[in-house]
């Protein structure tokens, strides 16, 4: 089979692999769509090469699967993975947060295991979850990861139609917590440095967009709340300043939800967080049993998850996809099997 690796310094190449085979506990997926992530970029810009096939966000039907497999589970299956996986019995992977076991795990296309970007994947049968017959494979990747981390930050926040949320980024993950912010009933304030990223925002429902290249975005989204501030806010970039401002932009008693990994930031506690009686939450992709409300909030909501999907290749077309994503223009990237 085929799939994708980096040899390092943004360079991105397709090897011959053996196909895999499911031994006890195990599935094989015939992929059907993988999601290009904004964590991938880390590895695709490193100087070293990568071993592992890439590709986290997996989405296909069941090709194979081993002895000890759920009951539920049936060859020819729509499926999505939750793609990790840690020893399987302790509390954290009992809660289905196998990302957080304290034995360790492997992350299936992030550099321990082999990911999507290929013809099969090899994974463990208790990671997968069915696909709604509504939703397509495309979705399905996008919901894996990136749209997924993003819906969970806002419902970990509890949002509704009595929010203003700032959304903070509007790559892949951000331009996801907007359409779902908006799903939500709240109203949404996008902010982002791109212009084609601040027109995907409006174009998915953000009521206004900010350019912090252009303007205070502090001062914008108070300007824009009558001097009081989001309600909450979602930070999706990993920037510095703006793991800042997603604080300073907050109305009292306000919420913040952290899903950008990047580098630390100062923050002012005194002002920023005690005096405002503000709450920060910290959220990493989501559960498995997450994964499931996740589809079915989209299932139930018809949000455009689609419309944010804007670029789509075929897997011989792996350098081009990885160059055009690396320029952080584009909406949310894929990568669709026949």
Same mark, same amino acid.
């Given at each position: 089979?085929?799939?994708?690796?980096?040899?390092?310094?943004?360079?991105?190449?397709?090897?011959?692999?053996?196909?895999?085979?499911?031994?006890?506990?195990?599935?094989?997926?015939?992929?059907?769509?993988?999601?290009?992530?904004?964590?991938?970029?880390?590895?695709?810009?490193? *100087?070293?090469? &990568? @071993?592992?096939?890439? +590709?986290?966000? %997996?989405? =296909?039907?069941?090709?194979? #699967?081993?002895?000890? /497999?759920?009951?539920?589970?049936?060859?020819?299956?729509?499926?999505?993975?939750?793609?990790?996986?840690?020893?399987?019995?302790?509390?954290?992977?009992?809660?289905?947060?196998?990302?957080?076991?304290?034995?360790?795990?492997?992350?299936?296309?992030?550099?321990?295991?082999?990911?999507?970007?290929?013809?099969?994947?090899?994974?463990?049968?208790?990671?997968?979850?069915?696909?709604?017959?509504?939703?397509?494979?495309?979705?399905?990747?996008?919901?894996?990861?990136?749209?997924?981390?993003?819906?969970?930050?806002?419902?970990?926040?509890?949002?509704? *139609?009595?929010? &203003? @949320?700032?959304?903070? +980024?509007?790559? %892949?993950? =951000?331009?996801?917590?907007? #359409?779902?912010?908006? /799903?939500?009933?709240?109203?949404?304030?996008?902010?982002?440095?791109?212009?084609?990223?601040?027109?995907?925002?409006?174009?998915?429902?953000?009521?206004?967009?900010?350019?912090?290249?252009?303007?205070?975005?502090?001062?914008?989204?108070?300007?824009?709340?009558?001097?009081?501030?989001?309600?909450?806010?979602?930070?999706?970039?990993?920037?510095?300043?703006?793991?800042?401002?997603?604080?300073?932009?907050?109305?009292?008693?306000?919420?913040?939800?952290?899903?950008?990994?990047?580098?630390?930031?100062?923050?002012?506690?005194?002002?920023?967080?005690?005096?405002?009686?503000?709450?920060?939450?910290?959220?990493?992709?989501?559960?498995?049993?997450?994964?499931?409300?996740?589809?079915?909030?989209?299932?139930?909501?018809?949000?455009?998850?689609?419309?944010?999907?804007?670029?789509?290749?075929?897997?011989?077309?792996?350098?081009?996809?990885?160059?055009?994503?690396?320029?952080?223009?584009?909406?949310?990237?894929?990568?669709?099997?026949?």
């Amino acid at each position: 089979m085929r799939g994708v690796t980096f040899k390092g310094n943004r360079e991105a190449e397709i090897q011959e692999f053996p196909d895999p085979h499911a031994g006890p506990g195990d599935a094989v997926l015939r992929v059907r769509a993988s999601g290009l992530c904004g964590s991938d970029l880390h590895r695709y810009r490193a *100087g070293d090469p &990568t @071993v592992m096939i890439t +590709g986290h966000e %997996p989405c =296909g039907v069941i090709e194979e #699967l081993g002895p000890g /497999a759920p009951p539920g589970l049936n060859l020819g299956d729509r499926v999505m993975c939750h793609h990790y996986a840690g020893c399987g019995v302790c509390r954290n992977c009992a809660m289905g947060y196998e990302q957080l076991c304290p034995q360790g795990r492997v992350t299936y296309g992030g550099g321990t295991g082999h990911g999507a970007n290929a013809d099969f994947i090899l994974v463990p049968s208790r990671s997968l979850v069915h696909l709604p017959d509504e939703l397509s494979f495309e979705e399905g990747a996008a919901i894996s990861c990136g749209t997924g981390t993003a819906w969970n930050g806002l419902s970990k926040m509890d949002i509704s *139609g009595k929010d &203003t @949320v700032a959304v903070f +980024g509007q790559g %892949p993950v =951000g331009l996801s917590g907007t #359409l779902s912010a908006k /799903a939500m009933g709240a109203r949404v304030i996008a902010v982002d440095v791109v212009p084609e990223r601040l027109e995907l925002a409006r174009d998915l429902g953000a009521e206004y967009v900010i350019n912090p290249l252009e303007t205070d975005p502090v001062e914008a989204i108070r300007d824009l709340t009558g001097g009081a501030g989001a309600t909450a806010s979602l930070e999706t970039s990993g920037n510095p300043t703006a793991r800042q401002q997603v604080l300073t932009c907050l109305a009292p008693f306000g919420r913040c939800c952290y899903v950008g990994v990047g580098a630390p930031a100062e923050i002012d506690f005194s002002r920023d967080v005690i005096f405002k009686v503000i709450t920060i939450y910290g959220s990493w992709t989501f559960s498995k049993s997450e994964l499931i409300e996740i589809a079915d909030f989209f299932v139930q909501t018809g949000a455009p998850l689609s419309r944010h999907i804007t670029h789509r290749y075929t897997l011989d077309q792996a350098v081009e996809a990885f160059q055009t994503f690396d320029g952080a223009t584009t909406g949310k990237c894929v990568f669709l099997f026949d």
